[in-house]
């Protein structure tokens, strides 16, 4: 079955950086486009980023385009997300997804069970 492992997540400050990766397995990843969205306390899951089966085309939520970055490493199944200069209302958890459907717009067939990110100023 598809499984997929979030780490990287912490406590860090307003302005630090954080990498996320998602080690995904039960599947052919190169196949498939992966995807990061987070969910704040008391508020609905939102998408965050995507990219396509290759790395060649790469999407973002407007929040955040400029200051995270997502990628993946087919060879090692895992896809990254790179989040600088981070703010107080970047705090939430971050879930991985991958979808059976097109990078963008994104609709997740499988969900990780999240990483916590906090952010304090």
């Known amino acids: 079955q598809v499984q997929l492992v979030e780490s990287g997540g912490g406590l860090v400050q307003a302005g630090a950086s954080l990498r996320l990766s998602c080690a995904a397995s039960g599947l052919t990843f190169s196949n498939f486009p992966m995807g990061w969205f987070r969910q704040a306390p008391g508020k609905k899951r939102e998408f965050v980023a995507s990219?396509?089966?290759?790395?060649?085309?790469?999407y973002y939520a407007d929040s955040v385009k400029g200051r995270f970055t997502i990628s993946r490493d087919n060879a090692k199944n895992t896809v990254y997300l790179q989040m600088n200069s981070l703010k107080p209302e970047d705090t939430a958890v971050y879930y991985c997804?991958?979808?059976?459907?097109?990078?963008?717009?994104?609709?997740?067939?499988?969900w990780g069970l999240g990483t916590q990110v906090t952010v304090s100023s």
């Open positions: 990219i396509t089966r290759s790395g060649a085309q790469t």
């Open positions: 997804a991958v979808t059976m459907g097109s990078s963008y717009p994104f609709t997740a067939d499988y």
